[in-house]
């Protein structure tokens, strides 16, 4: 089964920046549509954005235009959020998530993914 690992939380300030990574245990993570997802304590999980398949389109929710994006590195099979201007509000746990999906854009509800990383803290705060 796919595993996937998140890296790269930690304190922020506001209007810092970090980076997240999402490793995948098996090759071919490029076959994924994968979703960047984040729930802050008492909060629903939301989505943040999330990569097609093959064709890297991105899609990023309204709270993150402008200031996050998300990419792709097919050779070292893993998937980027790279976050800008960071706001007190970003803080939460940051998921990673999977679902193999070939030719349909990706989509933000968390029902369409299969699989799910352990999480990543991310806290902005001055």
């Known amino acids: 089964q796919l595993q996937l690992t998140e890296s790269g939380g930690g304190l922020a300030q506001p209007g810092g920046s970090l980076r997240l990574s999402c490793e995948a245990s098996?090759?071919?993570?490029?076959?994924?549509?994968v979703g960047w997802f984040r729930q802050a304590p008492g909060k629903e999980r939301e989505a943040v954005g999330c990569?097609?398949?093959?064709?890297?389109?991105?899609k990023v929710a309204d709270s993150a235009r402008g200031r996050f994006t998300i990419s792709r590195d097919n050779a070292k099979n893993a998937v980027y959020l790279q976050m800008n201007d960071l706001k007190p509000e970003d803080t939460a746990v940051y998921y990673c998530?999977?679902?193999?999906?070939?030719?349909?854009?990706?989509?933000?509800?968390?029902?369409?993914?299969?699989?799910w990383g352990q999480g990543t803290q991310v806290t902005v705060s001055s």
């Open positions: 998530a999977a679902t193999q999906l070939v030719g349909r854009p990706c989509e933000f509800a968390t029902d369409d993914y299969v699989y």
């Open positions: 990569v097609s398949s093959f064709v890297r389109d991105t």
């Open positions: 098996v090759y071919m993570l490029n076959t994924y549509n």
